[in-house]
């Protein structure tokens, strides 16, 4: 449970950041409010979609390539987890490296302590020192690391195409300081592909992802006494060719204003609020981005399907 500080701060940000977001033209959200309650839920269920076929193929991936990851990664190594991971992908790793210590990641304290609970009961004598940190922005590991040891980052389920190119180049300088030289990273990216399978990932015909998206403007009328008609906006999946990323919008149906707090947002019919985008990587773009933050793309991995990759960087 979040306390009484920590909640007040949260929704003074939230608020902050939706009155900023729908100030500007064109209207925009961060994709973090998305995840509420409700949000991870609705998250979760895209993720066994179908149409959503990035978290079962980058699975996949490391479930094929988890011995070669570990060579990769060195004897030992500690283990670094930014975003803290649901089991599955995080056990896969865990047999292949056995690492001598384990660092998850995670803003959500409570997530974090039933994540690294979890992982405790199933590789019992694995030391683990979680970390409750935004890992978009400054924070330190714990002092006492290992000197010796290897250091592993792991950054799956391609949250780095969530990232705009300035917080992708800040996380990977800041990776690449944490985990020092020598140190290693396996990060999931989405590859680019046909725009059929990639629009379809975030417009699926179960509407799914529409409810997940849509959601965000439930939470603004309950979290900040907002009156976004119920119905009147619609999800939206495009592409944009010049930032290589699908994009969710909004789009409001017809014109209509919306009160928060004391103000009026006035939207046109068509009018969109982009909420999310995500990028998608060939790992010689990723090089590029990569490079200038002190890393080296030595490997890919990928599925047969070349849909996904799992990169292995090198300080
Ligand atoms: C969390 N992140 C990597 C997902 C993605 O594919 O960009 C979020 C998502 N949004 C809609 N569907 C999935």
């Known amino acids: 449970m979040l306390d009484a ?78 975003g803290a991971g649901a089991a599955v992908k995080t056990t896969i790793l865990l047999e292949a490296l056995r690492p001598r210590l384990y660092v998850p990641v995670d803003i959500a304290g409570d997530f974090l302590a039933q994540s690294a609970a979890r992982i405790a009961r199933r590789f019992p004598g694995l030391p683990i020192r979680p970390v409750i940190a935004d890992f978009t922005a400054d924070f330190d590991l714990p002092a006492d690391l290992p000197a010796s040891a290897p250091r592993c980052g792991f950054f799956p389920g391609s949250t780095i195409g969530n990232l705009d190119a300035a917080e992708t180049s800040a996380f990977l300088h800041r990776m690449r300081a944490q985990l020092g030289p020598g140190g290693t990273a396996l990060i999931g990216v989405d590859l680019r592909k046909d725009l059929g399978t990639l629009l379809a990932a975030y417009d699926d015909c179960k509407g799914v992802t529409a409810a997940f998206d849509l959601n965000v403007l439930t939470r603004i009328n309950r979290e900040l006494d907002a009156d976004f008609p119920p119905g ?84």
């Open 232 to 315: 009147g906006f619609r999800h939206e999946a495009r592409w944009n060719a010049a930032e290589s990323a699908v994009e969710m919008h909004l789009v409001s149906r017809e014109d209509c204003v919306v009160t928060l707090q004391g103000r009026r947002f006035a939207f046109r019919a068509g009018e969109s609020i982009h909420t999310e985008s995500s990028r998608k990587y060939d790992l010689d773009g990723l090089a590029d981005v990569a490079g200038p933050c002190g890393w080296v793309v030595e490997q890919g991995w990928t599925d047969s399907n070349r849909l996904f990759a799992v990169a292995g960087l090198r300080a």
């Open 5 to 82: 500080a920590e909640l007040s701060w949260q929704r003074d940000a939230f608020r902050d950041d939706v009155i900023a977001g729908l100030s500007r033209t064109p209207k925009t959200l961060p994709s973090r409010w998305l995840y509420d309650d409700r949000g991870c839920r609705l998250f979760e269920e895209i993720t066994q979609l179908d149409e959503y076929y990035p978290t079962r193929t980058e699975t996949a991936i490391l479930r094929d390539h988890a011995a070669a990851m570990a060579r990769f990664c060195g004897a030992a190594p500690v283990l670094v987890e930014y």
